[in-house]
């Protein structure tokens, strides 16, 4: 079991910065491929970055391209979601999820197996 805890949310003006920290217990996430969503209000969840095992492959969602970067420290036991020129539309609740499988950067949701219980990101025009 793999219990994984989001933090870092808040309320930021459109183009500033916030960093979202994802802390997992019960396994070591080297053996996890981890995976960061989002749920705005009345909007099914949707995936917004994924990180391979070692970090050495990522994926994003087109809308979050080139803003958003995630990254991980395994040492650590954490995964991370830099976040860049917030926009109004990023507002939501962000989830993080692990894939025990770990195989490659899953950008699916059925593929995940643990979730966190999410962490509100709020953007003010």
């Known amino acids: 079991q793999v219990h994984v805890v989001e933090s870092g949310g808040g309320l930021v003006q459109a183009g500033g910065s916030l960093r979202l920290s994802c802390a997992a217990s019960?396994?070591?996430?080297?053996?996890?491929?981890m995976g960061w969503f989002r749920q705005g209000t009345g909007k099914e969840r949707e995936f917004v970055a994924s990180?391979?095992?070692?970090?050495?492959?990522?994926y994003y969602a087109d809308s979050v391209k080139g803003r958003f970067n995630i990254s991980r420290d395994n040492g650590k036991n954490t995964v991370y979601l830099q976040m860049n020129s917030l926009k109004p539309e990023d507002t939501a609740v962000y989830y993080c999820?692990?894939?025990?499988?770990?195989?490659?950067?899953?950008?699916?949701?059925?593929?995940?197996?643990?979730w966190g219980q999410g962490t509100q990101v709020t953007v003010s025009s």
């Open positions: 990180i391979n095992r070692s970090g050495g492959m990522t």
């Open positions: 019960g396994r070591t996430i080297s053996t996890l491929t």
């Open positions: 999820a692990a894939d025990r499988h770990g195989l490659g950067a899953t950008r699916g949701i059925g593929a995940y197996d643990y």
